[in-house]
């Protein structure tokens, strides 16, 4: 046994050696060639150091930009030109594909309604949470058990709100779940709550929202934060009540704040792929983009429709980050 066990590190060495010793070398070599260029740096005029100085910066960053995200987006864009195996060209047939398969279609659909319901949901009950617990003493401590989740990985996340939606049909058997423990407490009979289409899928959209509740409860209270007391207390001095206050003086002041929650929350909700995964693997009907293009390339080995679900997603975050950025620069702009 302890041969054995000697002959598989041995091997088990083999294997990584060679790769470590080439990520050593790659660094080691990063690393002298950015001391010589200092070196040299400090050896030439100052004209040619202000050449250098874009040297330095800026070619190491525009190789990564290239290596890690426009040559791995180029090739995904035509890949999704490709059939199944990349091997002949095929058009828009893999775009057709993924808009008249029903399926797909059930995907697409699935996908918008996270898009819509969680960064809506989110950002209105961090909104809430954060203005009431604003002038809180105990805030702070509010807050942490709110933000918690956010700790939380989306597979750790996704384990604990399982066991919260475990259903038990035997009556002999003690039942685990929290939600089905509830419905039986209150003398209803529980379905079996990740099989029931379309409650299965709002089941899974509520992991996402309970993660995501902290984040958009953080930045909106810092941004309530910067509100001048000034503007507050005139409002109550005007006789505003507190809801009138909330609508009419918060929200508009903070207006940049709840759009990068939700453009960010967006985001974050269109990739959504762990939540899916570990609860229902995309099964009874609760698939979404990301998890399709994960099962289209590497179980069913179809390069082509998987590359086309990716550029579908791509294009879907996109107008986002636009967007995003259109309403910095108009925030800059009235500053």
């Not at 250098?52 to 999704?80: C, N, Q």
């Not at 941004?223 to 409002?235: C, L, Q, T």
């Not at 293009?293 to 550029?311: E, I, P």
Request: glycine share 4%; aromatic share 10%.
């Amino acid at each position: 046994m302890h041969v054995i066990d000697l002959v598989a590190r041995k091997t088990t060495w083999e294997i990584i050696a060679p790769n470590l010793i080439t990520l050593i070398s790659g660094l080691v070599a990063f690393a002298a060639l950015v001391v010589l260029i200092f070196l040299l740096a400090e050896r030439t005029s100052v004209k040619a150091q202000e050449w250098v100085k874009y040297l330095v910066f800026l070619v190491p960053a525009l190789a990564l930009l290239i290596i890690g995200l426009i040559y791995p987006a180029a090739r995904t864009i035509l890949l999704s030109f490709m059939n199944a195996n990349s091997e002949e060209f095929v058009g828009v047939e893999n775009y057709i594909w993924a808009f008249t398969r029903p399926e797909i279609l059930q995907v697409l659909l699935n996908t918008a309604i996270w898009v819509f319901v969680v960064p809506t949901v989110s950002t209105f009950i961090g909104l809430v949470i954060a203005y009431l617990t604003d002038r809180m003493k105990s805030a702070a401590v509010v807050k942490s058990l709110i933000f918690m989740p956010m700790a939380i990985s989306m597979v750790g996340a996704s384990i604990i709100w399982k066991f919260v939606y475990d259903y038990e049909p035997s009556a002999k058997k003690v039942d685990i779940g929290l939600l089905s423990a509830i419905s039986k407490g209150l003398g209803m009979e529980p379905p079996n709550w990740l099989l029931e289409n379309p409650l299965n899928t709002f089941l899974l959209i509520a992991v996402m929202i309970w993660i995501q509740t902290g984040f958009a409860m953080v930045v909106l209270s810092a941004a309530m934060k910067n509100i001048p007391d000034e503007v507050v207390e005139a409002s109550m001095l005007d006789g505003a009540s507190q809801l009138k206050r909330f609508i009419q003086i918060t929200i508009p002041m903070i207006r940049a704040s709840i759009v990068v929650v939700l453009t960010t929350i967006t985001i974050g909700t269109l990739k959504v792929f762990d939540i899916v995964r570990t609860m229902t693997g995309g099964n009874f009907q609760t698939n979404v983009i990301a998890n399709e293009m994960y099962t289209q390339t590497f179980r069913s080995l179809n390069y082509g429709t998987g590359s086309a679900l990716a550029v579908i997603l791509f294009l879907g975050v996109v107008p986002i980050i636009l967007y995003n950025i259109k309403q910095l620069r108009l925030e800059r702009t009235e500053r």
